[in-house]
């Protein structure tokens, strides 16, 4: 007896792959398809990649931001913005808000001290109407000249604690008669 077994577990070009091999390689071809029209729903007519929000009212907000006006390099105006009230959030929210409308906001955080009640803009260096255009863009009416051109910065923005963001001021009632 030579020990050989029988054609069952003989391998190689006699022997049929199994069926269920086949649709396991079936399977991977479709979901390898799958995923190649999946992927390349993430990317634009020249093959870069761009991601899509699932989220309607972000995409509407990135929508309206490209549409701003970005003024040239050399025109925008350099801003700070400090919390100067202790409420949480507030330096971000103006910064947002200052950069949709095209300022340059170089530095955000807290004051030195959080006992501001009134929000202010100081003019830094350049003109008043660098200041007066930070002040219409956030809804403050007090402006003050405190020039410190080694901030390198035009316009530095106190925000005190009765500051309210673009949202809230857009859904206070008008207090005019």
């Known amino acids: 007896m030579t020990g050989r077994k029988g054609r069952k577990g003989r391998k190689g070009p006699g022997r049929r792959p199994s069926p269920v091999a086949g649709l396991v390689g079936l399977l991977v071809l479709l979901v390898a398809g799958a995923g190649i029209w999946y992927g390349a729903q993430f990317a634009d007519a020249e093959g870069r990649l761009v991601a899509r929000s699932m989220d309607a009212e972000a995409e509407a907000e990135t929508q309206r931001r490209s549409r701003l006006p970005?003024?040239?390099?050399?025109?925008?105006?350099?801003?700070?913005?400090?919390?100067?009230?202790?409420?949480?959030?507030?330096?971000?929210?103006?910064?947002?808000?200052?950069?949709?409308?095209?300022?340059?906001?170089?530095?955000?955080?807290?004051?030195?001290?959080?006992?501001?009640?009134?929000?202010?803009?100081?003019?830094?260096?350049?003109?008043?109407d660098a200041a007066r255009a930070v002040a219409r863009a956030l809804g403050i009416a007090n402006i003050e000249v405190e020039h410190e051109p080694s901030l390198l910065v035009e316009v530095t923005v106190i925000l005190g604690s009765g500051w309210q963001d673009r949202a809230a001021r857009s859904a206070a009632p008008d207090r005019h008669p």
């Not at 919390?83 to 530095?107: I, P, Q």
């Open 70 to 128: 970005i003024p040239a390099a050399g025109n925008r105006i350099r801003v700070e913005v400090l919390n100067g009230g202790g409420v949480r959030g507030v330096a971000a929210s103006a910064r947002d808000e200052l950069r949709d409308a095209g300022f340059d906001v170089v530095h955000y955080g807290n004051a030195s001290t959080f006992g501001h009640e009134e929000s202010t803009v100081l003019l830094r260096a350049g003109d008043a």
